[in-house]
């Protein structure tokens, strides 16, 4: 079956770096998606990683390793406002998205 | 661009009435149209996807008469809920894909705002 799974909480200090991981096993791949949610809003793209190595996209960067079926999302320099939900997401041979349970990341002053 | 909008933002309704949630691409034509629905601190679950002109695939579990999906043009998906229920309380969203004719990337899904339906 097609599966997603990335940790339910993670807390992390204000200025500091945090990593949050996400295997995958999915029926053919095309790809993988991080989202940003807020509570109460809808999701916001962040990154899509499609061949293996590291994205940097400002403070944010996401890496993928295809053999492996691993991404994970670094958040640098964290601020109040990046605490959210963040949703890994594997698009399977079908370009349907899989979708993960979310990390809620908790950023404390 | 890639600009998605739903209507209404917020929803309330009486038990047994039904409700109609619109979602619109303003600037780019979706060839492909998600519905899902997220409960209190749940992930997102996919209801239906929808191709313009042609009938949405629902999820297994979703009920197709009771969730009706129409995506009769290329910029507007409907989701009209039918004898709502104080359990199909919720917060409904759509996302929308470009296709690979256009400008845009045409695996990202853009998402709208989503709606929040409450049923009392």
Redesign the interface.
């Known amino acids: 079956g097609q599966n997603i799974d990335q940790p339910t909480e993670m807390t992390a200090t204000e200025g500091a770096i945090v990593q949050i991981n996400c295997t995958y096993q999915t029926s053919g791949f ?2 993988l ?1 991080w ?1 940003q949610q807020h509570a ?6 962040l990154s ?1 990683n499609v061949l293996d190595g590291l994205e940097e996209k400002g403070r944010f960067s996401s890496f993928l390793s295809r053999s492996k079926g691993y991404s994970y999302l670094l958040l640098k320099e964290l601020q109040m406002k990046d605490s959210a939900s963040y ?1 890994c997401a594997a ?1 399977d041979s079908n ?3 899989i ?4 990390t809620k990341l908790i950023i404390k002053p | 661009g890639a600009v998605v909008s739903q209507h209404p933002s917020r929803v309330i309704c009486k038990s047994g009435t039904s409700v109609k949630i619109e979602c619109r691409s303003l600037d780019f034509q979706a060839t492909t149209m998600f519905w899902y629905r997220q409960f209190p601190k749940q992930s997102l679950m996919l209801m239906a996807t929808s191709n313009e002109g042609s009938k949405a695939t629902y999820e297994q579990g979703v009920e197709k008469d009771k969730f009706l999906i129409n995506h009769a043009s290329l910029t507007l998906s409907t989701l009209t809920v039918t004898s709502a229920h104080p359990e199909d309380s919720s917060f409904y969203i759509c996302s929308a894909r470009e296709g690979e004719q256009g400008p845009h990337s045409p695996y990202e899904q853009y998402f709208g705002p989503g709606t929040r339906l409450t049923v009392t």
């Open positions: 095309n790809g998606f989202y109460g809003e809808a999701p916001t793209f899509y949703l698009m370009y349907q998205l979708w993960g349970a979310g």
